[in-house]
């Protein structure tokens, strides 16, 4: 039997909006850059592109709503895939939930069609913690 850690609350916000004081750990999410955001007024505390979907994925899915259910489950099978960078993304994003209040930031403007929220979910449903999504 395996011992399941702990994991403390995980957020998703845009990576526009500032900072706040309850972020805990901030990771950006995307595999490209935030359009518009000066490399100088990026708050994170790292660059996880593997945790994103694949190019292919991403243009695949195109931000359409209506494939938002069959974006997540591919984005899963990605992320479950043995031996992938994804995998191993989203075990370190297990690792830091463990540890404290995790901020996954994204420049999406569609928060409750993101890939963000299907990645907290991953990283919560995995240890039992709780997932918030965009204020």
């Known amino acids: 039997m395996t011992e399941k850690k702990q994991a403390h609350e ?11 004081p309850d ?3 901030r990771l950006l999410v ?5 359009r518009g ?17 694949s190019a292919e994925l991403r243009k695949w899915y195109g931000h ?4 938002y259910a069959e974006f997540a489950d591919r984005y899963r099978a990605e992320l479950a ?3 992938s ?3 191993d993304a989203l075990e370190r994003l297990r690792t ?13 403007k569609d928060l409750p069609h993101s890939h963000p929220l299907v990645l907290a979910a991953e990283v919560t449903e995995s240890a039992g913690g709780a997932t918030r999504g965009p204020r």
């Open 10 to 20: 995980v957020r998703v916000r845009r990576v526009y909006e500032a900072a706040g």
């Open 23 to 25: 972020d805990g750990t």
């Open 30 to 34: 995307d595999r490209l850059w935030p």
């Open 37 to 53: 955001l000066a490399k100088t007024d990026a708050v994170f505390d790292d660059w996880l592109k593997d945790a994103a979907p």
């Open 64 to 67: 359409d709503p209506a494939r």
């Open 81 to 83: 895939e043995p031996g």
């Open 85 to 87: 960078a994804a995998e």
């Open 96 to 108: 830091l939930a463990a540890e404290g209040t995790l901020t996954l930031l994204t420049a999406t």
